[in-house]
């Protein structure tokens, strides 16, 4: 699978050190399986860590099914970053999450070093993609270079708890103090060709907090949500995946477009709305989300 054409929902973590949720994350469905060596593993278990993650994607004892399996590394500023990458590299991920990336230079650097151990393993160069996570003040000023520095750059990624840390905000439920940074990744996405994908909800036993932090990611253009606990997965890909009477609406938006084409006319009225070329691209897109996340589209 194109990893540019991937849907990524749900991207799920699960500590690289415990075994026990790997297994349980793998099963759950979620579009995206990231198994971590920053945050989520103490710095003494490291270690342990690379080698659980390499034994996961390997051994076969793991059933990831349809998801993406994917590895954040620790930062590339940090002395563990490439020791990471070669570490876990034999288990042959389909991807790589990159925490903390403040410039292009960053991202250069691993995309570098992961051309030289594709080429020893005889892998094509460019196989294993990357997932770019901007979670500094730096990251978010410099989100133009870092979108266009690396053609293995799938997705940007938004991180408000580091952020908000970095700036020294003071987070809260509606995240006006991440606004603009938000909003900044998801338009730079845009620009390049890229997914978006919004921070984690950390309010795990919060259910209306999860769902009203989906839901503006969904009307922001983001295209998927990072999950940090098995409960959230399915909401987030339900609210990433255009609803039937939504697709309906959309197929018959289209139609009634393509029949005023021929018509010879392009304004035209519909539902008591004035519908022109923006409104088509909205529904073109409403229709190619619900495709990629697996629904019929067309009868």
């Not at 905000?169 to 845009?190: C, D, F, K, Q």
């Not at 769902?211 to 009307?219: P, R």
């Amino acid at each position: 699978m194109n990893p540019h054409e991937r849907v990524r929902r749900a991207l799920l973590f699960m500590p690289g050190d415990d075994w026990k949720k790997i297994g349980k994350g793998a099963g759950l469905g979620a579009d995206s399986i990231i198994m971590d060596m920053e945050d989520g593993v103490a710095l003494n278990n490291k270690q342990a860590a690379r080698e659980m993650i390499r034994k996961a994607l390997s051994s076969g004892e793991i059933d990831f099914g349809r998801s993406e399996r994917l590895v954040r590394l620790n930062a590339v500023s940090s002395e563990l970053c490439f020791d990471d990458l070669v570490a876990t590299f034999p288990g042959k991920p389909d991807g790589y999450m990159l925490p903390k990336v403040e410039s292009a230079e960053d991202v250069r650097k691993v995309s570098e070093r992961l051309a030289e151990l594709e080429q020893s393993a005889g892998l094509e160069t460019g196989a294993v993609c990357l997932l770019v996570l901007i979670e500094t003040a730096r990251g978010v000023v410099n989100l133009k270079e870092i979108a266009e520095s690396d053609p293995r750059v799938v997705a940007l990624a938004f991180g408000a708890e580091d952020l908000a840390a970095s700036v020294g905000a003071i987070r809260t439920p509606s995240g006006t103090e991440v606004a603009y940074a938000r909003s900044a990744l998801v338009i730079h996405a845009a620009a390049y060709g890229l997914q978006a994908i919004d921070s984690p909800c950390i309010h795990l036993n919060d259910a209306r907090q999860l769902h009203d932090e989906t839901a503006s990611a969904v009307e922001l253009g983001y295209t998927g949500k990072m999950a940090i606990h098995p409960a959230q997965v399915a909401p987030i890909q339900e609210a990433f995946t255009p609803p039937d009477e939504a697709i309906e609406q959309a197929r018959k938006l289209i139609a009634a477009h393509e029949a005023h084409q021929r018509q010879g006319t392009g304004v035209f009225s519909f539902d008591g709305k004035m519908i022109d070329q923006p409104m088509i691209r909205a529904a073109e897109q409403i229709l190619a989300k619900a495709h990629a996340a697996g629904k019929r589209v067309y009868h």
